[in-house]
């Protein structure tokens, strides 16, 4: 998966923005529908990249029906993406 230019990164770093803290640490709460809207597209289009970023394992379902939290590897990617980013920009 190249997480560079592709949605799946868009949508990692939207599910990272989108997470608040809990009882249980942080998660995101918003349904599929939600994150859809937010992410301006549909839920079927929205379903293959958030079972990719699971499958890569960025982000897991937070119990059935309940969310997802973005693991280590997940913030990891978002801030290794970051600095390059802001090394390009140099």
């Known amino acids: 998966m190249n997480l560079f230019t592709s ?3 868009r ?13 249980d640490g942080k998660r995101v709460r918003e349904s599929q529908e939600e ?3 937010l992410f301006h597209v ?3 289009k ?13 982000i897991e379902k937070y119990r059935a029906r309940s969310g997802y939290t973005v693991t280590l590897l997940g ?3 978002v801030e290794l ?3 390059l980013d802001a090394m390009e920009e140099r």
């Open 7 to 9: 949605d799946s990164f």
């Open 11 to 23: 949508l990692l770093c939207l599910l990272t923005d989108l997470q608040t803290d809990t009882i």
């Open 35 to 37: 994150i859809a809207e």
């Open 42 to 44: 549909s839920k079927g």
């Open 46 to 58: 929205l379903n293959p990249l958030m079972q990719s970023l699971v499958a890569s394992g960025c």
């Open 75 to 77: 913030k990891q990617v």
């Open 81 to 83: 993406i970051g600095q």
